[in-house]
Structure formats: structure tokens, C-alpha cells
């Protein structure tokens, strides 16, 4: 597989390579992370493709540092908004179970501050993930990142879905409490 730093060159380059090399490379990871938010293998096609579109639109000028985070975060965000779209004819039982387990730790009225205010939970929350165990760092981001189901994360991590489960739970009441006691109102 070709080198990340050589995929970004051909963007700059304005080769059509760029796009053949990205899916062949990032294609799967694109469309996973789509088909775990949409529920649908039609729209996680639509969203891995629209990720090479925003990709091509974004480089140049953008020259990302980690190229598989910056797809992800397209295809995270081209995801979600195909997810709301969808919303209203049909549910996507497993993401909306992903949103609502996070439900009780994140503050739900939004009022004119939100913006500087989810900056300043967001830089909350990367330190609150810093300080946790790389296994419960990984759990957590595959559950509510990627939104990957808890029986993948088992797999992937090689242990039970209780503990799983049970992980996300006591991270997801240690979060609430160390955003309380920052003074976020949950």
C-alpha cells in the first residue's frame, strides 16, 4: 500500500490516483465507520464517497498530519449528517442506543454560549480520556467515535461484552462526575 505522505502528494498533485489510492487503502475504515452511524450499506457507500469528494475539496490547501483521522473525521461528519437526514423515516436502533447511553453525561439544552461552551467540554473530555487506561481509552472511543457495537469492541479487544459493558459504564458515571465537578452542567 502506498504511503500516507505519498496519497497526500497526488491531491496536491491533482491526480485522480489520490482518490483510487485512498479507497484501496481507507475505503473499508470509510465505510464502517458510516455503516455503524447510518445503519445502512447503501448510505455507508454514499458517505465513503462523499469522503472522497470533501477529501479532494480539502487537499489542498489542507495538508492533514494523520490522514486516517482526517478521513474518519469526514466520514464521521458525513455520517452523522446522513444519519439526522434519515432520522425522521427511520431509526438507526444502534446509534441511537450510542446517543443515548452518552445521553446522561453530556449537558442537552443549548443556548447562545454553546459553541465557546462545547470547546471548552470537548478539551474536558480529551483530558479526562488521556488520564484513562489505553484498553478503556479504545473502548470508549470505539463506542462512542466510531460507534462501533459492543460485541466488535470485545472481539477487537479480546474480552467478554460484559466487561465491555460494564467498562463503558463506570467510564460514562466518571465522566459525569468529573464534568460536574468542573462545573458543566449535566
Known amino acids: 500500500m502506498m504511503e500516507d505522505s505519498r496519497i497526500i502528494d497526488l491531491y496536491f498533485e491533482r491526480s485522480e490516483e489520490a482518490i483510487t489510492q485512498t479507497a484501496l487503502k481507507y475505503g473499508r475504515l470509510c465505510r464502517s465507520i458510516a455503516m455503524n452511524i447510518t445503519g445502512s450499506y447503501e448510505d455507508a457507500q454514499e458517505c465513503e464517497n462523499d469522503t472522497y469528494v470533501a477529501a479532494w475539496n480539502a487537499i489542498p490547501p489542507t495538508r ?20 439526522e437526514y434519515n432520522k425522521a423515516g427511520k431509526r438507526n436502533h444502534q446509534f441511537d442506543l450510542v446517543l443515548e447511553e452518552l445521553e446522561e453525561c453530556l449537558a442537552s439544552s443549548y443556548s447562545v454560549e454553546d459553541t465557546y461552551i462545547t470547546g471548552e467540554v470537548a478539551g474536558m473530555i480529551n483530558a479526562f480520556l488521556e488520564k484513562l487506561k489505553t484498553e478503556t481509552r479504545v473502548m470508549f472511543v ?39 465537578a468542573r462545573g458543566v452542567q449535566v
Not at 67 to 79: P, V
Not at 144 to 171: C, H, M, N, P, Q
Open 64 to 83: 492533514p498530519n494523520l490522514f486516517s483521522a482526517f478521513l474518519s473525521r469526514i466520514a464521521r461528519n458525513i455520517a452523522l449528517n446522513r444519519y
Open 142 to 180: 470505539r463506542r462512542y467515535y466510531y460507534a462501533d457495537s459492543v460485541k466488535e469492541i470485545a472481539g477487537r479487544l479480546a474480552v467478554s461484552e460484559s466487561k465491555v459493558k460494564t467498562t463503558l459504564f463506570r467510564v460514562r458515571q466518571d465522566l459525569k462526575e468529573y464534568l460536574e
